[in-house]
């Protein structure tokens, strides 16, 4: 259970805003030193506000753009601990899957959703609440082949724990 | 069943439908100095594998600030160096040119294959008839080292360009134009086709700039089967198919399918702050500029180089302006040479850069300062993106680009090109 506080974005938010690209291949050269940066254009010092557990709620196409994939160890890193839209550019949704970041598809939490709501997440039973606006919405399990990825926290992880990705395990 | 459906099966050795997830071999993998350092990084100090499987397939790229702008960047190429020569990946070093056009060049991508590429802009080579996907470091590192990765079967909609072309509309101007309608969501979840009677008056140049410009529509992958025009391109540089494919267009299902009467188009331009704000040129005609950049992987081919030759001929750019032209590899930038047409743009006032990403990812050779406007060919034009966040982008095709460069304002290339 991911229970957060909601950031509410809108639509066709770009890795570039998540983290421009002039930090990226600026001389900055630690993933550490972009953190103050992350969001900056869209929600001025929202590194400073953001706190651990924290939800961001978007709409449509989340991560569009890059293929940087600092944009969602950002968002990870400064605590953000889901995300729920209404659709993501598939690199973004590749990339969180990889690091753990559970990216999660619902269509009417994000319309009814404001920034400081209380946002409720169950992924097992597959249901996305808002405990501020008293509603739920039932959202689509995880494919297997992505879930067992999540469950250990990222790819990365999961590689750690079992010697190989999932699936020459299953194949293996 | 579109393309990437039967290329996908081809490979597994059994059927596959749309939303399946399937795990590939990776025909080929590669990064740039953008991705691969955290490549580098999962794979050494994350997952600690010492034997890369697929090593001998993976090429890494110096592209994004190349020659290094600064310390930090001659950091990570000096890393990437000493990480390639220990695995023996194949590395493209500084002035090889950016990664798409490199594949393209270098016939390392082909037709059949599956090609992943740590860069958003890898759907560019599916117009070779392959299956393109783009992906970020992780899933790069771990194709690397396991050779094998997950994909889902995308849904591909089947997109119809229909008509010639008029003069002075280029192949930027028409995947504009679709963007302006569909939208940077229009294709999300889904991967394009595609097929009509314009593809035969389209170079391989000229496709190539659409298939790299369907990432800005959220597609997933985008391809062109092979034709004619794709056969004899092949056969020119010596390049046969990796992975010999029957297909039938016309037995094929899509989920969805589109006509584009490209023959009705005129010049456009993406203007800020989002890739689907297209207009037409004539509505911001007379927006006074201070740069234009002709170069990255969406349009610094040969065609498009010549396009701004022909313009810029014997004519000087505008005071005010700056006008960067950076051919997108190696191979162009001699062609370019070879030609004679570096040294007519040098003559009319233009910078020749060597073959980078820089201008157009803001990240080196060209940034904007404040309140500064720019044309470029390129595929972004978010804000900030070439430099400073208050400076303007207005993406076009290479012909207004060099057009506007002459007036120091946006203008149509019309009478340039009719003008000869």
């Known amino acids: 259970m991911i229970r957060g506080r909601c950031w509410k974005l809108g639509d066709n938010i770009s890795t570039d805003h998540i983290i421009s690209g002039k930090y990226k291949f600026s001389a900055i050269d630690s993933i550490e030193a972009m953190l103050p940066h992350v969001l900056e254009e869209v929600i001025p010092d929202f590194y400073r506000k953001v706190s651990k557990g924290d939800v961001i709620v978007a709409g449509k196409n989340f991560g569009k753009g890059s293929s940087r994939e600092q944009a969602p160890r950002l968002l990870k890193l400064v605590g953000i601990s889901a995300i729920v839209a209404k659709s993501y550019a598939h690199i973004f949704y590749r990339n969180a899957i990889n690091i753990g970041l559970p990216v999660i598809v619902a269509q009417r939490i994000p319309d009814a959703s404001e920034t400081g709501d209380v946002i409720e997440i169950d992924l097992e039973r597959g249901v996305v609440r808002n405990l501020s606006k008293g509603i739920e919405e039932k959202v689509s399990p995880f494919p297997r082949e992505l879930a067992v990825i999540l469950e250990a926290g990222g790819i990365v992880e999961y590689i750690r724990r079992y010697g190989v990705p999932p699936w020459l395990r299953s194949t293996g | ?420």
């Open chain 2, 1 to 420: 069943m579109g393309l990437i459906d039967v290329i996908i099966s081809k490979s597994l050795g059994r059927d596959v439908s749309p939303g399946d997830i399937v795990v590939v071999d990776v025909d080929r993998v590669y990064a740039q100095d953008g991705t691969a350092p955290l490549v580098i990084e999962v794979i050494e100090k994350e997952l600690a594998v010492k034997r890369l499987f697929a090593a001998d397939r993976t090429y890494f790229f110096i592209d994004h600030s190349a020659p290094a702008p600064h310390v930090a960047a001659a950091t990570v190429h000096k890393d990437m160096r000493r990480f390639s020569r220990e695995h023996g990946i194949h590395l493209y070093d500084v002035g090889s040119g950016i990664c798409h056009q490199v594949v393209i060049d270098e016939g390392i991508a082909r037709p059949g294959m599956i090609v992943m590429g740590a860069d958003s802009h890898t759907p560019t080579v599916g117009a070779l008839g392959l299956f393109a996907l783009g992906v970020g470091s992780t899933d790069a590192a771990v194709a690397i080292a396991y050779g094998r990765q997950w994909v889902r079967v995308p849904p591909t909609v089947k997109v119809v360009l229909s008509g010639r072309p008029r003069e002075g509309v280029m192949s930027k101007d028409i995947i504009l134009s679709i963007i302006g309608e569909l939208g940077t969501d229009g294709m999300i979840g889904r991967a394009v086709e595609f097929h009509g009677d314009a593809l035969s008056y389209l170079s391989m140049d000229a496709r190539f700039t659409i298939t790299n410009m369907c990432t800005e529509m959220s597609a997933e992958s985008a391809i062109i089967p092979l034709d004619s025009v794709a056969r004899q391109w092949l056969e020119s540089r010596g390049l046969t198919p990796y992975r010999g494919i029957d297909y039938d267009p016309a037995k094929s299902v899509f989920v969805d399918e589109v006509v584009f009467e490209v023959d009705k188009l005129e010049p456009v331009v993406a203007a800020p702050p989002d890739v689907d704000n297209v207009v037409s040129v004539d509505e911001v005609e007379g927006t006074e500029i201070n740069q234009v950049f002709i170069g990255s992987c969406t349009n610094g081919r040969l065609e498009d180089i010549e396009t701004a030759v022909r313009i810029l001929k014997g004519k000087k750019v505008h005071q005010n302006v700056r006008c960067i032209v950076s051919p997108a590899s190696r191979r162009v930038y001699i062609e370019a040479f070879r030609k004679g047409y570096l040294q007519v743009l040098a003559e009319a006032g233009c910078v020749i850069a060597p073959p980078t990403c820089g201008p157009c990812v803001g990240a080196h050779m060209g940034l904007l300062a404040e309140g500064e406007v720019a044309v470029a060919t390129t595929n972004r034009n978010f804000p900030g993106r070439m430099g400073h966040k208050n400076s303007k982008v207005y993406l076009s095709s290479p012909a207004t680009a060099a057009a506007s460069a002459i007036e120091g304002k946006i203008v149509n290339p019309r009478k340039y090109v009719l003008g000869g």
